[in-house]
């Protein structure tokens, strides 16, 4: 199950910061990251990855530099210090948004197993 | 592949600055060129190149992007995968076309996004001002006025006298269209409004003639004039013309409601058809004094300073018609005396003072009692009401305007005027502030009329003006809503009344020394001379209060002044009354009407050795 569309756009900046909190990725290194560490549920549209690395690199969240090392050309992405502010920021925002999403007993409810409920 | 030289930030890889940089404008490969050299299959080559045009981006962002997205592609090849999962996986080409679009607007420098912005904040602020502007449109036509007060019945009870039994208007009203009628027969029809009215000629001048011929055609009408100013009353009331009263002065437009009654204020039409027929009575005098008829003569000074008496009212308008005709009888009376004097015996010059000397003692000031009842009624048929005496210009302004600004009787504004009008009704001033000017500006007129002129200021003069303030200095725009409708002439109304009485005061002064001589067979040796026995109260100068000069100059009399310099120059020099300088003009003046610089000396009153022409008179005097 993939997460919805308006949920997506509001988690997917933070979750493309937080992936490239470790390391400097491209482009498709970047979507197969995301999919794989999160079971395939934040595996963006591709369509849509590019755009949103150009905007998080126009609000400076993020730089870009071209490596030719590889044989071929690949833009890597890195987040700035501004980035991890941001991400820091957004962090503790979803850390909230989880406890009260959990004191409303929406998270609880959503980890019980199927049936449990009924 | 080539390098997108990607390490430069978006701001600093515009075309124009890798032109400044010493760059070709296009050192990289284009889209199509990296898309053509990469091992893409067709269908991914496809999707890049449709992606990168719909951008619509620059040729190197376009370059950036097609260079990430043949990597990509090459990434999922790899996988391995095929091209069309690949192309699968990446989604929709219009929707990545649109979001890198965006993006890369992002990205640009605020000097590329500024006016993107600019036109973005002024689309807004026209949208806010189209919905302001709805607004204020919707306040100036949807609502009506208030009208709560019936003000024509307040300025009725001004007049507060009972009907006449036997008033003076139905005399006028019988004998005005034959005067009419015999300006048609007689006189051309653009003579009326020229300075050839035969009206006004004398026996040297055009038109003599022709008005001796129309006179002989209205002498029943000139015998009724003369009867009816010597009634007390003219017992017009106001706003009650009939078809016979229109029919008379020759109208059949008829009575406005009560809108244009408010401001066309309050229709007066029978004063400039009065003053017509003591044009007549002018006429007639001056013909009857070349004849040597001066008892006629006398009967139509007398005539038309009883009209005067008769017209005026409690509107200013009213005030300054009668103001015009006291004028008028005392002019005549001193041509008479300059050209004819020997007509005058003494029973028609002792009935020509006694005429001046009613007119002179008559209150004279200029009162705005009427008007400001009626500058209350208009106020309250165009504009709001807000409950506490204030509100804004209302629509019902507009066909008022449109009478008033072009003479459009239809009362109606064009299209373009109307959908300004909102706007330029805001810049109106609001009713209170309205009503505040109009108060200030008649309250000062007042207040400086009520005091002899002598003892004016050079501050009551100046605040007079040429012409009151205007409540607004909107242009030249025929939309000045209210400025156009208020736009006071009142403080020259103030400087008419010293005119006038100055004017009274040298016939009186010039009859009673004509008087004096016939008498006594000698000019009198001084003014003081004439007091009381020929003249009851002394004549004034009206620049300092004192007996206007009067003396005796190679065995003739001259009646002088000390002028607007109000300097007694002993005569010493005696400027010419035919001079720019012989029209009355206020004290401290220091140019007249013209514009022309006022000579300092005294002035020659009488008699009036030239005419308006300049020609030397021949004076009947010696």
Redesign the interface.
Known sequence: MQIEVELMRGAGPVAVLKVLERREM????LVEALASRTDGLLRM????L???L??L???ELVA???N?TEG????YYRITTKGKEKLAAATKGWRDMAKAMEALGVLSEALQPRGALA | ?T??S??LP?SERSPLCRLLRGGRLHSTPSAAELVASSELPPELRAIVLQVVRRTGGWRFEQAD?A???I??F???LRQPMTPTEAAA?????A??AK??R???H??RGLAWRAPSFALRAVVIAIACIAVAYGALAVHFYGRSPNIATDYLAQIRALASTSQPVDPAWPRYRAALPALRGAEATHFRGDERLSHLDPLDATDAGPGWDAAEAALRDVDAELRVLRSAAALPSLGVVLGQFDDADRASIGTTTAQGDGLQQAVDWIPLPHLGELRRAAQWLACDARHAAARGDGATAAKDVEAILGIAGQTRGEFVVEQLHSLALLALGSSLVLDILDRWGSALDADASARIASALDAAVDRDLRIRFAADRLAFLDTQQRIYSDDGAGDGRLLHTALPLAATRWSGNASGSLGGIEQLAAPALAITAPGRREAREKFERSVDAVERISARPVWTWTKEDVESLGPRTQKLTDSGTSPLQLVDDLWSFQWGSSALVVPAVRQHLDIARLAVAAHRYRLGRGAWPDGAQALVPAYLPTPAIDMYDGKPLRFSIRDGAPVIWSIGPDRHDDGMSPLLDQASESVRWVPPFEQVDRNGAQLPHGDIRLWPRLKDSAGTDRSPDRQ
């Not at chain 1, 071929?72 to 833009?75: L, M, Y």
């Not at chain 2, 996986?89 to 080409?93: A, E, I, M, Q």
């Open positions: 491209y482009g498709y290194e549209g591709q369509s849509t590019y755009p949103l150009y905007n690199e126009a609000k870009s530099r071209w030719h071929r050309p690949r833009k | 592949m390098n997108p990607p390490s978006m992007v260079q990430e997205l990597a990509h090459e990434d999922a996986r990446f989604g929709d080409v929707t990545a979001l890198l965006r993006a890369m992002r990205k």
